[in-house]
């Protein structure tokens, strides 16, 4: 069994969401999710369908890109969640969707204010926007 079995777990968990939340499409978008005591992430692979994602398909990579577990390619967007992981410390995990609206708001470069009580439920301050990577 991996070492890094309870992330891998929580990875496979989420990134599941996606499509059942009609947030992803074909085999696009993931989520990270990371453990920061051993500094490394567990994340969707490369191009793999989510109908034959398994749990052990997760692919562990440490905060600088370089993959530690995992016999397929990590995401094409691995080294973005890297940079996000290593600059901002409170970061547990990364949701990457080509949701519609989401896509609008990452677009328009906005953070996504607390517009009702849901989300307001959960944070006490808007869902920040990254910005643009040079």
Known sequence: ???????KEQAYAANMQL?????????????????????VFAIKPSGVPYDELTVDSMVIVDFDGNTVEGNLRPSSDTKTHAVLYKNWENIGGIVHTHSTYG???AQAQ???PIFGTTHGDHLTVDIPCAPPMD
């Open 103 to 105: 896509t609008a708001w």
């Open 1 to 7: 069994m991996s070492n890094y079995q309870d992330i």
């Open 19 to 39: 499509p059942k939340l009609g947030l992803v499409l074909f085999t696009f978008g993931n989520v990270s999710a990371a453990d920061r005591e051993n500094g």
């Open 110 to 112: 906005r953070a996504i």
